[in-house]
């Protein structure tokens, strides 16, 4: 009887720390593997309470019991909260080094104990605090020599044009635009999706940026002062873009002159040739610095597209795309502005601009079922949202809209999407539990639908919305904010 408790409390401590250390790193992954973000920066702290500190209390407190809560209460608990997770955790190799070495350092503690008959209760704490601790300092080395080898394979590249591109709003826009225009023209590659750390910048050069690329074009992002500036000095891009700067983030950086401060980080690069900053950021003059935005006129933006005429050096663009939102001229513009730096003629530039494809998840209308969608899952910022929400008004049928709104703001630019959105919709979902109380309490339309997570949204969609509906998806953040 009593081997058979010793192995049930054996068996029980390893899986109770693997299931701990699965919800520790699943976190780190979400917050970009920064254990202050975790702790400090969390969009639903309460979670740390349900599934980390009160299992963790429970182990220590309840003794023999112990087995009982953790079979019927923590188990089903943390596999309900996985399974409900729109984002879960991709197991990299850094996520696969640090469970392996977690679970050795579980059992070995675990058997330690178990034949020195020394530990009254298996400890919990100390291996997850020593995996953390032993699996960061194994990939801060790691990164070290992959850095040091994407750094000399950029090195080896002498003739490769690097492009880097920055701003609060529209970076990966602007990275897609330039990217298909200048592919016109010459071998070009741009860093896919959202990658816009300086880990994710460093494997994709390692990984995917081929030897016979011209043009590299990639973003870079931050979450504070300073990270623009590492990444501008291990990628020293001669071409460099700053895109519309505002609140986004703002939590992070307290102000908006933190914000612009460090995106102009990126005019540090040390073999900077030319940058074009867009006037919201800075009107202060710079020998290399072109500012754009006040160069565009005429803009035509619908639900079949967007035409405007760009000048230019005295020469004007009459542009047209199936590139949807008006905020989109802008992105475009700089994109011509870059071309045009490359030495791409006028009729190149304009059958570019009207080739170019919509970024996924952006602005990008699908017709399914009768149903008009506009999916903006991936656009966060408040100018953007309320472009997709003037498209939609230009909708004769029922328009419906499904949002978060406004994550990493401030309450008064929710207040204005709110304000927009009740003007235009005829059905509103909000998910998620971030602004719930603050939507709820100010829309008024008539038919308002509340989603704590994004499980029962299919159901909810195909009983609300009908044939000749337009169905804008607003900032589709992830379920753990």
């Known amino acids: 009887m009593q081997n058979y408790q010793l192995l049930a409390a054996f068996v029980t401590n390893v899986v109770f720390v693997m299931l701990l250390g699965w919800y520790l790193i699943t976190n780190l992954q979400w917050y970009d593997y920064k254990i202050e973000r975790v702790i400090f920066k969390h969009h639903k702290p309460y979670w740390h309470i349900l599934y980390f500190i009160i299992p963790f209390v429970a182990y220590y407190t309840t003794g023999k019991y112990f087995i009982i809560f953790f079979i019927f209460a923590f188990l089903p608990a943390i596999f309900v909260w996985y399974k409900k997770l729109d984002k879960k955790l991709v197991l990299t190799w850094r996520v696969k080094r640090f469970l392996i070495l977690l679970v050795s350092l579980t059992l070995f503690q675990d058997i330690l104990c178990t034949l020195k008959e020394g530990c009254a209760t298996y400890g919990v704490l100390l291996p997850l605090a020593i995996a953390y601790i032993g699996s960061t300092l194994i990939e801060k080395y790691l990164f070290t020599i992959y850095k040091k080898e994407a750094k000399k394979k950029l090195k080896s590249m002498q003739d490769l044009q690097i492009i880097c591109i920055t701003g609060s709003y529209g970076k990966t826009s602007i990275k897609n635009f330039v990217a298909q225009i200048l592919s016109e023209k010459f071998s070009v590659y741009a860093t896919p999706r959202s990658v816009n750390t300086l880990g994710g910048i460093v494997a994709d050069v390692n990984n995917n940026l081929q030897e016979n ?93 967007t035409a405007f005429k760009l000048s230019i050096d005295d020469e004007i663009y009459e542009l047209h795309t199936n590139i949807l939102g008006r905020f989109q001229t802008m992105n475009i513009a700089v994109a011509v502005r870059v071309a045009k730096a490359f030495g791409m003629t006028h009729k190149e530039i304009v059958n570019a601009v009207k080739k170019l494809e919509p970024v996924e998840h952006r602005l990008q209308l699908i017709k399914a079922g009768g149903k008009i969608i506009l999916d903006d899952g991936y656009n966060g910022n408040i100018d953007g949202m309320l472009e997709g929400i003037r498209l939609c008004s230009l909708h004769d049928g029922r328009k419906v809209i499904v949002t978060p709104g406004l994550v990493e703001s401030t309450k008064e630019l929710n207040l204005q999407l709110i304000k927009a959105i009740n003007d235009v919709f005829d059905i509103v979902i909000v998910t998620g539990a971030l602004n719930a109380e603050l939507f709820n309490k100010n829309l008024k339309v008539k038919n308002k639908i509340m989603l704590s997570d994004k499980s029962a949204m299919v159901d909810v969609l195909a009983n609300q919305t009908n044939s000749g509906d337009i169905i804008l998806f607003a900032n589709d953040a992830p379920n753990f904010i």
Do not use: M, W
Not at 266 to 293: W, Y
């Open 213 to 305: 690329t011209q043009i590299y074009v990639c973003e870079a992002g931050a979450r504070e002062t300073g990270d623009i500036e590492i990444i501008t000095k291990f990628l020293e891009p001669q071409t460099v873009v700053v895109g519309r700067v505002g609140e986004a983030h703002i939590e992070y950086f307290k102000s908006l002159h933190n914000i612009i401060t460090t995106k102009l980080e990126i005019i540090k690069s040390p073999r900077l040739q030319r940058a074009f900053v867009h006037t919201s950021v800075t009107d202060e003059p710079h020998e290399k610095v072109t500012f754009f935005g006040d160069e565009i006129s005429d803009v035509e933006a619908t639900l079949d597209g």
